[in-house]
């Protein structure tokens, strides 16, 4: 399902990179609500319809991703680790993303090749069992971002948090839960609100599931006559 709404994803930039660009965002001005559910807004001409769950679920979800750093659980003893060469150079080369991700380590620069890095801790979560192989699991996942240069050329502002599947999962549950919910009443400055985060984080196409934030509704201009 991660590839899937990986396709969406792009599939959904691709057409708005024709409409819109991230910096549009921020001229987009609130006509109104629709249903209870969705809002109305406009740059210049052409109206928008935007999910206002999903458009706030996205900023929610971003911010998670780039503010929470996971509780840690010390280990009794330092864990010696069974690390590649690739893999002990990619976890020292990215110790603040497994920080964050909540992996502690023990460094030894005069240990032997492969021997320089120990555990101290393992993230702590309710609910989630967290071990060993979700370090290789995340060294994984970096080894392949800084393959790639990490950063999609004209992109703003810094990459996307690398965070482990499971992580991600949990922010996006918790993020749908503190969301404004379909069917509430909002006011014109909530709506403004909504729209300007929008403006403000690193992927707003989409929501964490993969569903659209926004649509084009209508060009004004075309109606006339
Ligand atoms: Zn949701």
Not at 8 to 22: G, I, N
Not at 170 to 182: N, V, Y
Request: contains cysteine.
């Amino acid at each position: 399902s991660v590839s899937i709404a990986g396709r969406d994803t792009e599939a959904a930039a691709r057409v708005f990179s024709r409409v819109l660009t991230k910096s549009h965002l921020k001229r987009l001005v609130v006509l109104g609500q629709f249903n209870l559910g969705f809002i109305i807004a406009r740059i210049g001409a052409d109206v928008f319809i935007l999910d206002q769950h999903a458009c706030d679920e996205k900023y929610n979800f971003e911010t998670l991703q780039s503010t929470t750093t996971l509780h840690e659980q010390r280990l009794i003893a330092p864990k010696p680790l069974e690390l590649s060469a690739m893999e002990e150079v990619v976890i020292l080369e990215h110790l603040p993303t497994f920080k964050a991700n909540g992996f502690s380590f023990r460094l030894d620069p005069e240990a032997g090749p492969m021997e320089r890095i120990k555990l101290l801790s393992l993230p702590y979560s309710k609910g989630i069992q967290f071990g060993l192989q979700d370090i290789h699991e995340l060294a994984s996942l970096l080894g392949d971002s800084s393959f790639c240069g990490g950063v999609e050329e004209g992109a703003e502002g810094p990459a996307p948090s690398v965070r482990l599947p499971k992580i991600r999962a949990m922010f996006a549950s918790r993020a749908c839960r503190m969301s404004i919910m379909i069917g509430k009443a909002l006011t014109r400055s909530q709506m403004q609100k909504v729209v300007a985060n929008l403006a403000e984080i690193e992927q707003p196409w989409n929501c964490p599931h993969g569903r659209p934030t926004m649509r084009h509704l209508v060009d004004l201009s075309t109606l006339r006559g």
